[in-house]
């Protein structure tokens, strides 16, 4: 009896092991959020889980995605707004997409810090309207106001292929 309870233990586990990682095609992993660039939505100190690889993407979803810059390459946390063939624009920090309010947070703690030299755009907080072209994404911060830090207000659009993985829930919150 115990030999068939341990046999039907172990089987349930690969199981569910197989269908958590589609087959062993997707697999989470653990990343720590190391600055307030993505905040309310993940703050600065907390784990989040990112299945790698992202797999089907929606509007709003949070993703990783490669950033090389110089000699270094990152894993960056931005906010899909736009899949291709959307039309996007930033009104006051609001996004809308395709004629539609998006509801996602947001935040703007400093809003003199409109403009960068940096930027692609004239104003950080109104701007648009963009289409998103075919293979790419419109991904942005949460944090309206971070000077220079890649999203597509200062990369432009990114490529699909640069979407490395999709966040799903976070691990542990750090109270401030």
């Known amino acids: 009896m ?3 309870w341990l046999r039907a233990t172990l089987l349930g586990v690969a199981f569910l092991l197989a269908w958590v990682t589609r087959l062993g095609t997707r697999w989470p992993h653990i990343y720590y959020m190391t600055g307030p660039s993505m905040e309310p939505s993940v703050r600065e100190g907390e784990l989040f889980v990112v299945w790698m690889p992202a797999g089907e993407l929606e509007r709003g979803d949070l993703v990783i995605f490669e950033f090389t810059d110089a000699d270094s390459t990152f ?10 063939g959307d039309t ?14 998006e509801r996602w947070p947001y935040r703007i703690e400093s809003p003199g810090a409109r403009r960068s030299e940096l930027a692609l755009t004239d104003d950080l907080y109104d701007w648009g309207p963009w289409v998103v072209p075919p293979d790419s994404v419109l ?11 890649p999203d597509s207000r200062f990369l432009g659009f990114v490529p699909k292929e640069l979407i490395v993985g999709k966040t799903t829930r976070t691990l542990w919150r750090h109270l401030r």
């Open 139 to 149: 991904l942005l911060s949460d944090r309206r106001d971070m000077l220079g830090w």
């Open 75 to 84: 894993h960056v946390l931005r906010r899909v707004a736009g899949l291709p």
């Open 88 to 101: 996007v624009s930033m009104h006051a920090g609001a996004v809308v997409v395709n004629g539609k309010l």
């Open 2 to 4: 115990k030999r068939i």
